[in-house]
Structures are given as structure tokens and as C-alpha cells.
């Protein structure tokens, strides 16, 4: 029998599908933390998620729309940025594993589909950009095969577009998604990287820097597929 207050892991439970995340992005609002196994808790910006675009998230989309090349967001939520480039005439899709992430994404206009990033999508090889936003270079808690895989969905002059932390940071953990009640989703693996680190398996991933910058406190990189002798890779 489990202690009191303690609940029995549920067997085949999703992280982000079948925890809070889930209820926050039905609802619009958190609080939310990523909790580690040692206690620490990371916020996540349920609200931002759920507004209209801010002026950083404008540094992403402005470097879309000009280059008005069909554009994938990995990890789309619930689909500001997506449906925005709708809105604006750039062809784009979302993909997202929470369905009512992507239900609200789709309610806002913006094409989404529930599937991992790492399931067959559409357009594979074809992407002019692709964007990793709010965090979401920590999917899988493995970033140099993330990136690798990006770089797969990536047309041979295509450019992938970055959110990364803060600092020096390079951090490979277990988490759950944690509520304002304490409660909490299944734990998955998870990674935090800054600019540095995320470099390091950018170029290992067959990308170079194209260019860095921060905007009200969020930091950001453009990756470019680099070109050798034998074409893209």
C-alpha cells in the first residue's frame, strides 16, 4: 500500500499528455514547474505560451516570414507561433504529443499535428526553417540526436532556429511536470543547454552558427546546415 498523499505510478502514462501540462493548456494558466528527482523545479511559462506572440517571439518570426520558407515548429504547444505564420500567408506546421496542445492550437487557426518529432512527418527533407522554441531543444533529453534529426527535416539550405538558456549551462536530468498542488505527470528525460553547449552539438549535428541574440532575456542561435564537398549533411 502506498503512504498517504503518495499515488501508485499509472502504467503507460505520456509525460506532457497525461499530467498538469495537460490541464494548463486547457485552461491557458499554471502555475508550472519542471520538478527534478533532487527537488529543484524549473518554471514554465504557461501563459506566455498561451498569448498572442511577444516582442522575442517576434525575433523568430520575423526571420520566418522573410525568409517565406515553408517553416516546422517542433514541440509547437499551443500554437502562437504557427498560427501566426498562418496568419501572415507563410506556409507552416506545428507538431506537438499533447493533444489538447495541439486542439488549441488548431482552434487558433494554426495547421497542427499530434505526433513526435521523432514519427514520420510531412515534408521530410523539405523545410525551409524549423524552429525549437521555449525550451524545447530539451526534447528526448538528448540534443545532439534531436538536432541531428532536425537537420534530417531540414532542406539542404534550410535553417533551424534555436531558444536556448542562459549562461554556461549544460544539463541532461530526469523531470515530471509538477503543479501548484504538487501534482505530477510521469518523469522523463530532459535537457537544459546554453549557447555553448548547444553549439558543441550543433556542430556535431552538421550545423554552424549563423548568428546569436537575445531578446527581453531570452537567448537565441540560428544554425545553418553546413555544406562539404559532398553537399549538405
Given at each position: 500500500?502506498n503512504?498517504?498523499?503518495?499515488l501508485?505510478?499509472?502504467?503507460?502514462?505520456?509525460?506532457?499528455?497525461?499530467?498538469?501540462?495537460?490541464?494548463?493548456?486547457?485552461?491557458?494558466?499554471?502555475?508550472?514547474?519542471?520538478?527534478?528527482d533532487?527537488?529543484?523545479?524549473?518554471?514554465?511559462?504557461?501563459?506566455?505560451?498561451?498569448?498572442?506572440?511577444?516582442?522575442?517571439?517576434?525575433?523568430?518570426?520575423?526571420?520566418?516570414?522573410?525568409?517565406?520558407?515553408?517553416?516546422?515548429?517542433i514541440?509547437?504547444?499551443?500554437?502562437?507561433?504557427?498560427?501566426?505564420?498562418?496568419?501572415?500567408?507563410?506556409?507552416?506546421?506545428?507538431?506537438?504529443?499533447?493533444h489538447?496542445?495541439?486542439?488549441?492550437?488548431?482552434?487558433?487557426?494554426?495547421?497542427?499535428?499530434?505526433?513526435?518529432?521523432?514519427?514520420?512527418?510531412?515534408?521530410?527533407?523539405?523545410?525551409?526553417?524549423?524552429?525549437?522554441?521555449?525550451?524545447?531543444?530539451?526534447?528526448?533529453?538528448n540534443?545532439s540526436?534531436?538536432?541531428?534529426?532536425?537537420?534530417?527535416?531540414l532542406a539542404?539550405?534550410?535553417?533551424?532556429?534555436v531558444?536556448v538558456?542562459?549562461?554556461?549551462?549544460?544539463?541532461?536530468?530526469t523531470v515530471?511536470?509538477?503543479?501548484?498542488?504538487?501534482?505530477?505527470?510521469?518523469?522523463f528525460?530532459w535537457?537544459?543547454?546554453?549557447?555553448?553547449?548547444?553549439?558543441?552539438?550543433?556542430?556535431?549535428?552538421?550545423?554552424?552558427?549563423?548568428?546569436?541574440?537575445?531578446?527581453?532575456g531570452?537567448?537565441?542561435?540560428?544554425?545553418?546546415?553546413?555544406?562539404?564537398?559532398?553537399?549538405s549533411?
Amino acid at each position: 500500500m502506498n503512504p498517504p498523499g503518495i499515488l501508485a505510478p499509472a502504467p503507460h502514462r505520456r509525460p506532457w499528455s497525461d499530467d498538469p501540462y495537460t490541464e494548463a493548456m486547457r485552461t491557458g494558466r499554471g502555475p508550472l514547474w519542471l520538478r527534478r528527482d533532487d527537488g529543484h523545479r524549473h518554471p514554465l511559462d504557461v501563459e506566455r505560451w498561451c498569448a498572442p506572440p511577444g516582442p522575442a517571439d517576434w525575433t523568430l518570426l520575423s526571420r520566418c516570414l522573410r525568409r517565406g520558407l515553408p517553416t516546422l515548429d517542433i514541440g509547437c504547444g499551443p500554437g502562437r507561433l504557427v498560427a501566426e505564420l498562418q496568419t501572415r500567408g507563410l506556409a507552416a506546421l506545428g507538431v506537438d504529443i499533447t493533444h489538447t496542445a495541439v486542439a488549441r492550437a488548431r482552434a487558433l487557426g494554426g495547421n497542427a499535428l499530434c505526433r513526435s518529432v521523432f514519427d514520420p512527418l510531412p515534408g521530410e527533407s523539405r523545410w525551409g526553417t524549423v524552429l525549437l522554441a521555449d525550451g524545447n531543444l530539451g526534447i528526448g533529453g538528448n540534443p545532439s540526436a534531436l538536432l541531428r534529426r532536425a537537420a534530417e527535416l531540414l532542406a539542404h539550405d534550410g535553417l533551424l532556429l534555436v531558444e536556448v538558456e542562459p549562461g554556461d549551462l549544460d544539463e541532461r536530468v530526469t523531470v515530471s511536470v509538477e503543479d501548484a498542488r504538487g501534482r505530477s505527470g510521469p518523469a522523463f528525460p530532459w535537457a537544459r543547454l546554453g549557447a555553448p553547449a548547444a553549439l558543441r552539438c550543433a556542430v556535431g549535428a552538421g550545423f554552424s552558427l549563423a548568428d546569436a541574440w537575445t531578446s527581453q532575456g531570452r537567448h537565441f542561435l540560428a544554425l545553418r546546415r553546413r555544406t562539404g564537398r559532398y553537399g549538405s549533411y
